[in-house]
């Protein structure tokens, strides 16, 4: 008696298993087009990202630190310069120089009134406890009329894996909503170290190209060639 079925429970578990068997396979095709759908938007977005230019117009600010405008000693004597066309120059300056050149934007020197050591050891030491204190700076130079920029090139070195201390303080006294930022950097081999992150951070309402210029500090003197691609890669 166990071995005999009835021909009509048969037909109709056939038909349970066959439903089954097809809501299983909508459910797949379903997760499959949502997540093809969600790379294709995370695509979308990167290729607009790294394709970003930005609207070349005349006002553009170029802000720059460099240890060497704030070391209170002779060119020759400070670790943050280098020697570009024959001149001795701090290293940021001379990326913003380039980019002045390029864009026609006008410079600013971040000053500050800390008296920076002009030996490498010991600035590096200095940078490291300022990082230790998270120390803000005084600001001794400061923008006029910065109602007047749209677009502000932001320059630096990397300390420690980190912006200076100094641009703390900077980003402290600006509001740069709504203007774009665009940072270049000097490095002995840690490249930007995720500070274009803390600076969209530090300015939300802004615009931070992440497509930023960062130049090892032994490539300075030959860097014009770099500095021109990558702004004309940004419509400049």
Avoid at 165 to 186: H, R
Avoid at 199 to 224: C, M, N, Q, Y
Wanted: a negative charge; aromatic letters at 10%.
């Amino acid at each position: 008696m166990g071995r005999l079925y009835n021909a009509g429970g048969i037909r109709r578990f056939l038909a349970f298993v066959l439903i089954l068997s097809l809501s299983f396979t909508v459910t797949a095709c379903g997760g499959n087009k949502s997540s093809g759908s969600s790379n294709n938007r995370s695509n979308s977005s990167n290729r607009k990202e790294s394709q970003a230019q930005v609207k070349a117009d005349g006002n553009v600010l170029v802000a720059y630190f460099t240890a060497a405008e704030n070391s209170g000693v002779d060119a020759v004597a400070s670790a943050s310069y280098s020697e570009v066309n024959g001149e001795a120059v701090g290293r940021v300056r001379a990326l913003a120089d380039m980019i002045q050149a390029k864009t026609g934007g006008e410079l600013f020197s971040i000053q500050t009134s800390v008296v920076y050591p002009a030996d490498g050891g010991e600035l590096i030491d200095y940078a490291q406890k300022e990082q230790d204190d998270n120390a803000r700076p005084e600001l001794t130079s400061h923008i006029e009329n910065l109602d007047n920029y749209n677009t502000i090139f932001i320059g630096f070195p990397t300390w420690w894996y980190d912006m200076p201390q100094v641009l703390y303080s900077f980003f402290d006294e600006y509001d740069f909503s709504g203007k774009t930022i665009i940072p270049f950097n000097t490095h002995n081999g840690s490249r930007f170290s995720g500070t274009i992150d803390t600076i969209k951070d530090l300015e939300p309402d802004a615009d931070v190209i992440t497509d930023g210029l960062t130049i090892s500090e032994h490539d300075i003197p030959e860097a014009e060639g770099d500095v021109n691609s990558w702004l004309e890669g940004l419509g400049y």
